[in-house]
T-cell receptor, first 114, second 113 residues
Framework: NAGVTQTPKFQVLKTGQSMTLQCAQDMNHNSMYWYRQDPGMGLRLIYYSASEGTTDKGEVPNGYNVSRLNKREFSLRLESAAPSQTSVYFC?????????????FGNGTRLTVT | QQQVKQSPQSLIVQKGGISIINCAYENTAFDYFPWYQQFPGKGPALLIAIRPDVSEKKEGRFTISFNKSAKQFSLHIMDSQPGDSATYFCAASRETSGSRLTFGEGTQLTVNP
């Protein structure tokens, strides 16, 4: 009963390096999301995928790209990391796009960009 | 701009006391207001949620109060316990945005034994 699994748990990058954050869910959910959490700013939506084969920008998409690889997996890529991207990244999934479909979050990836 | 504003940023309560966290929103199109609870090192998890057609929803020790005219809603934790120590986020969404939530800034609650 894994739910939403994120890898890696921790990562340190130098400015300009690239990396991909991986996310997989085993709940057969249709929708998946990437949020970033920063102190005093709550969680902000980066990108989301309403269903397999679709992706859309959220509130703070600049500097990121995503891939909905299949129904289970949704990855987030930083092409050229910047210190402003130091954050905790959370992947989430929901059964549907309905407003009362609860989000199920992974345990996060803590990223530091130096 | 923050469409959902949450206060206080941090809160310390004695065991058995009442914890109250407040949120205010700007967008009158919001029609779903959940609260999420987050323990250290974990992702947030849904705690309780309300729609604006009711003014209050209670689940055990947790109650949401909703004031549509004031565009405010709050979380009350009765008989607070040390195990309630966590970060709490209010959030809002509207039908046209589906489950894409707008979160408040978060409140770090500490319940002292």
């Amino acid at each position: 009963n894994a739910g939403v699994t994120q890898t890696p748990k921790f990562q340190v990058l130098k400015t300009g390096q690239s990396m991909t954050l991986q996310c997989a869910q085993d709940m057969n959910h249709n929708s998946m999301y990437w949020y970033r959490q920063d102190p005093g700013m709550g969680l902000r939506l980066i990108y989301y995928s309403a269903s397999e084969g679709t992706t859309d920008k959220g509130e703070v998409p600049n500097g990121y790209n995503v891939s909905r690889l299949n129904k289970r997996e949704f990855s987030l890529r930083l092409e050229s990391a910047a210190p402003s991207q130091t954050s905790v990244y959370f992947c989430a999934s929901s059964e549907t796009q309905g407003s009362n479909s609860p989000l199920h979050f992974g345990n996060g990836t803590r990223l530091t960009v130096t | 701009q923050q469409q959902v504003k949450q206060s206080p940023q941090s809160l310390i309560v004695q065991k058995g006391g009442i914890s109250i966290i407040n949120c205010a929103y700007e967008n009158t199109a919001f029609d779903y207001f959940p609260w999420y609870q987050q323990f250290p090192g974990k992702g947030p998890a849904l705690l309780i949620a309300i729609r604006p057609d009711v003014s209050e929803k209670k689940e055990g020790r947790f109650t949401i109060s909703f004031n549509k005219s004031a565009k405010q809603f709050s979380l009350h934790i009765m008989d607070s316990q040390p195990g309630d120590s966590a970060t709490y986020f209010c959030a809002a969404s509207r039908e046209t945005s589906g489950s894409r939530l707008t979160f408040g800034e978060g409140t770090q609650l500490t319940v002292n034994p």
